[in-house]
């Protein structure tokens, strides 16, 4: 504001009391006349660059503007600062905005926006453009401003011009930029409008960018009764929206910046991509990337092209490249509820896909599959250290096709699978036993081509086994199998064994949150439990049993472990071979062997996330080795830049160095254990008696190739032993 003599105030002051008398008479508001006159003044001396408005200036400046008595307008007009003559509040009223713009600018973008948030329509098929809450408050302020600004200059509401002209700014910056983002799917809204008159939905950002457009312009003009300065908060408004958009979207963005950089070729862009990854990444969107989209999203996909050139990364990248930053296998959670829309939009609940269906990896988690029950029956012999387990799995299908069940299933130790069966109209089939192949031939045969009733149990790795049901029968179809496993009781003492339960590594399903597996275990012995989940009892006289409800986590608990007691005497124990159909007896024995301590101990611990409450057990561990024995321990982890780096920062010589280094350990994401192993076989074979002692998570992807570690266990078969 340029400041005024005291003079040049005078002459105002005396010129203000002119107008005011003739505004009086006029009928017109004189104060409102005299605060739009001294904006209009200060305004003019501004625009001539009057450093202090002297008298003569204030003269020049009341002569401009004019006399109080043109000023008084005639009866039935309104006043304006610059003599400009306006139209009446009643006047005004009768140019009246189209009702078009409200349709286009406010309701047709608030059904929008509650159909995509109730239904998932674009997001299940193409991207999510409202994926959190904050979303969906900043798009809801289009219609809103859009609406406030429309009946505000239907009814001449001049009073919260200012207010309605900084929410028209946000909206049109919110609209600008969700135009851009719908520009791939412009040209099929197009088409879908002349064929399935869905096509508006897509058009919905550009239409009500229009309409806010328009509105602003009739903001102006309702303004421009007050003021002829140019409406605020255009410029500011978009740029408070764009920043907005870029804060809640920014972890979106980052997370698919960093997968791009963590599959890179180049090592340094990979660890790079990992660090943003496990620091900023969000995780809901790295979970998304592991399940896929078709190639028509990806191509609709205006963010992906940005970042990458529209250059996608494969599923199968993605599932590796979760598991290094969370630590987690991707199908160990739900899947992602974006990829199949939102609510009860029963048709993209069967636009999941399962490309994965008939392989030999279980993928992932696609929706409508749960396991409705669990049942686990298992005997325990005592004397002959041996235990039999059957578990009864039941599967149901709540979508429109026929699916795939799919588990990981971990075994008791060096159990085997000596049972399965499966229920087919009722009635209970037995399985046959064969070779890999033969089995695998059969089940792509039947299940898959002929869609009939098959379950397939084959080995994946020790003590573990992958298991296939297909179809489970669609809408709330039920498919049941039964598995019989064989395992040795895990000796503690040689007059005390332990039974475990199996559990799932890895599923396809979904198990929901109020299944229980039912366990029943019985002896001839009694039997013992630590935790309170599993009742001990004794039946009949002679016969012991426990039994209980155990929820997932709980099958691996080890206090959920059954002990049974044994005769230490009995050292031998056989029985009749009757699968190879000879005659034959199967003999084994149980015998106690001292094992002399290793000159060299080399532990390779993985420095993953779930490792790291372990970490303190592992320390304590190695400081109760005898005195005699040689301590190393290797990192398996991936925090170095460079082989030596690596070589010289994951290793520890030492029995109190490796103590001293694990007691400060942190686990990160999910690591590659498979460099660490061959490291440290290098340095146990350094000794002709030593031992490699490997201590880790879950492994549920090969990051590295194994020939280098299966190279020197083959040309050296005595070497380390692990």
Same mark, same amino acid.
């Given at each position: 504001m340029t400041p005024w003599t005291a003079a040049a105030k005078e002459e105002l002051e005396r010129y203000f009391r002119q107008v005011r008398v003739s505004v009086v008479a006029s009928g017109a508001d004189a104060a409102e006349v005299i605060e739009d006159l001294r904006r209009h003044l200060d305004e003019e001396a501004v625009a001539a660059k009057l450093v202090m408005v002297t008298e003569e200036d204030a003269r020049r400046l009341l002569a401009r503007i004019g006399t109080p008595e043109l000023i008084a307008a005639p009866e039935g007009k309104r006043f304006s600062p610059a003599g400009i003559e306006t139209k009446k509040p009643e006047e005004w009223s009768r140019r009246h905005p189209r009702i078009w713009l409200l349709l286009l600018g406010a309701v047709l973008p608030l059904i929008t926006l509650l159909m995509e948030w109730q239904?998932?329509?674009? !997001?299940?098929?193409?991207?999510?453009?409202?994926?959190?809450?904050?979303?969906?408050?900043? /798009?809801?302020?289009?219609?809103?401003?859009? !609406?406030? !600004?429309?009946?505000?200059?239907?009814?001449?509401?001049?009073?919260?011009?200012?207010?309605?002209?900084?929410?028209?700014?946000?909206?049109?910056?919110?609209?600008?930029?969700?135009?851009?983002?719908?520009?791939?799917?412009?040209?099929?809204?197009?088409?879908?409008? /002349?064929?399935?008159?869905?096509? &508006?939905?897509?058009?919905?950002?550009?239409?009500? &960018?229009?309409?806010?457009?328009?509105?602003?312009?009739?903001?102006?003009?309702?303004?421009?009764?007050?003021?002829?300065?140019?409406?605020?908060?255009?410029?500011?408004?978009?740029?408070?929206?764009?920043?907005?958009?870029?804060?809640?979207?920014?972890?979106?963005?980052g997370t698919r910046y960093g997968l791009h950089l963590a599959v890179a070729e180049e090592a340094a862009e990979q660890r790079r991509g990992l660090r943003w990854l496990r620091a900023l990444g969000h995780e809901e969107t790295l979970l998304r990337a592991c399940y896929g989209r078709g190639r028509w999203a990806d191509n609709m996909d205006l963010v992906g092209w940005l970042i990458a050139g529209g250059e996608r990364v494969p599923p199968e990248k993605a599932r590796d490249v979760y598991y290094r930053v969370t630590g987690r296998a991707f199908n160990t959670v739900p899947a992602p509820t974006v990829r199949t829309g939102r609510g009860r939009w029963k048709a993209l609940d069967d636009w999941t896909w399962d490309p994965d269906q008939g392989g030999q990896q279980v993928g992932g988690r696609v929706q409508g599959r749960t396991m409705q029950s669990s049942r686990l029956d298992a005997m325990v012999d005592g004397a002959a250290a041996l235990g039999y387990c059957e578990w009864t799995l039941e599967f149901k299908n709540d979508s429109r096709f026929q699916r795939e069940a799919?588990?990981?299933?971990?075994?008791?130790?060096?159990?085997?699978?000596?049972?399965?069966?499966?229920? /087919?109209?009722?009635?209970?089939?037995?399985?046959?036993?064969?070779?890999?192949?033969?089995?695998?031939?059969?089940?792509?045969k039947v299940a898959i081509r002929q869609r009939r009733d098959p379950v397939l149990i084959t080995t994946c790795g020790p003590d573990r086994v992958l298991m296939q049901c297909f179809p489970v029968p669609p809408n709330g179809g039920v498919m049941k199998v039964r598995l019989g496993m064989t395992a040795p009781l895990q000796l503690e003492q040689i007059d005390r064994g332990r039974w475990c339960w199996p559990r799932f590594l890895e599923r396809n399903f979904t198990l929901t949150e109020t299944l229980r597996h039912s366990v029943w275990v019985e002896a001839k012995e009694s039997l013992a439990t630590d935790g309170p989940a599993l009742r001990v009892e004794q039946p009949r006289s002679g016969d012991f049993a426990a039994r209980g409800q155990l929820h997932e986590a709980a099958l691996a608990a080890p206090q959920n472990a059954v002990r049974v007691p044994r005769d230490s005497a009995a050292g031998e124990v056989w029985t009749r071979d009757v699968r190879s159909g000879k005659n034959g007896i199967i003999r084994q024995q149980i015998k106690e062997l001292a094992v002399p301590a290793p000159q060299r101990v080399v532990f390779v611990v993985d420095n993953s996330r779930g490792m790291e409450e372990h970490f303190a057990a592992v320390a304590k561990t190695i400081r109760l080795l005898p005195g005699g024995t040689e301590v190393a321990l290797f990192l398996a982890t991936d925090e170095f830049d460079g082989l030596l780096e690596a070589e010289n920062k994951s290793r520890v010589f030492g029995r109190q160095p490796a103590v001293e280094r694990l007691a400060g350990l942190k686990g990160v994401g999910g690591q590659d254990n498979v460099p660490a192993l061959v490291r440290a076989w290098d340095a146990a074979a350094e000794k002709s008696d030593s031992a490699i002692v490997w201590i880790h998570g879950p492994q549920p992807v090969v990051l590295a190739s194994v020939e280098a570690l299966q190279q020197r266990y083959e040309r050296r078969p005595n070497g380390p032993s692990l």
């Open positions: 239904t998932g329509m674009c !997001a299940g098929a193409f991207f999510d453009p409202i994926p959190t809450v904050w979303h969906f408050l900043l /798009v809801a302020w289009v219609p809103a401003a859009n !609406a406030l !600004a429309w009946f505000a200059v239907a009814h001449g509401r001049e009073k919260y011009l200012r207010h309605l002209s900084w929410a028209n700014g946000v909206a049109i910056g919110v609209a600008i930029f969700y135009s851009l983002l719908f520009v791939p799917l412009l040209l099929p809204g197009v088409i879908a409008v /002349v064929f399935f008159g869905w096509g &508006l939905l897509p058009w919905t950002p550009v239409l009500s &960018l229009v309409a806010a457009l328009l509105l602003r312009r009739h903001l102006r003009e309702m303004g421009s009764n007050r003021t002829t300065a140019a409406l605020p908060g255009l410029a500011w408004g978009m740029a408070l929206a764009w920043v907005l958009l870029v804060i809640i979207d920014a972890p979106v963005w799919r588990a990981q299933i971990l075994l008791p130790p060096s159990g085997v699978v000596s049972r399965l069966t499966l229920w /087919v109209n009722g009635e209970e089939r037995e399985a046959a036993f064969a070779g890999r192949s033969q089995v695998r031939e059969a089940y792509q």
